[in-house]
């Protein structure tokens, strides 16, 4: 069973920092794409960033291009999304997501596996 642990949101100040990190068990694929997706109240979700497990391709959203970097470890089956120069826009439930195939399918719902969710709050 493919699992998705999110941790890492919380409250910070606008300008400031946070990584928030996603544990992925229960994966048997050779090809997928990981990353994560954001819902803001009364907004659609959104595909912040995703990394491929095939060849470290990644994908960032016009918004969070250069302030936010999303990373592998995979020895420990984690994925990191390090969220600097944070603004109250960014302010939203961030939703670990993973799909199988190359990172072009993880862009075009539905996508296979949820984390949880986590909250980041950047207050102004």
């Known amino acids: 069973e493919v699992q998705l642990v999110e941790s890492g949101g919380g409250l910070v100040q606008a300008g400031g920092s946070l990584r928030l990190s996603c544990a992925a068990s229960?994966?048997?694929?050779?090809?997928?794409?990981i990353g994560w997706f954001r819902q803001a109240p009364g907004k659609e979700r959104e595909g912040v960033s995703c990394?491929?497990?095939?060849?470290?391709?990644?994908y960032y959203a016009d918004s969070v291009k250069g302030r936010f970097t999303i990373s592998s470890d995979n020895a420990k089956n984690t994925v990191y999304l390090q969220m600097n120069s944070l603004k109250p826009e960014d302010t939203a439930v961030y939703y670990c997501?993973?799909?199988?195939?190359?990172?072009?399918?993880?862009?075009?719902?539905?996508?296979?596996?949820w984390g949880q969710g986590t909250q980041v709050t950047v207050s102004s």
């Open positions: 229960g994966f048997t694929f050779d090809d997928y794409a």
């Open positions: 997501a993973a799909e199988v195939g190359p990172l072009g399918s993880w862009l075009v719902p539905p996508v296979d596996y």
């Open positions: 990394i491929s497990s095939s060849d470290g391709s990644t």
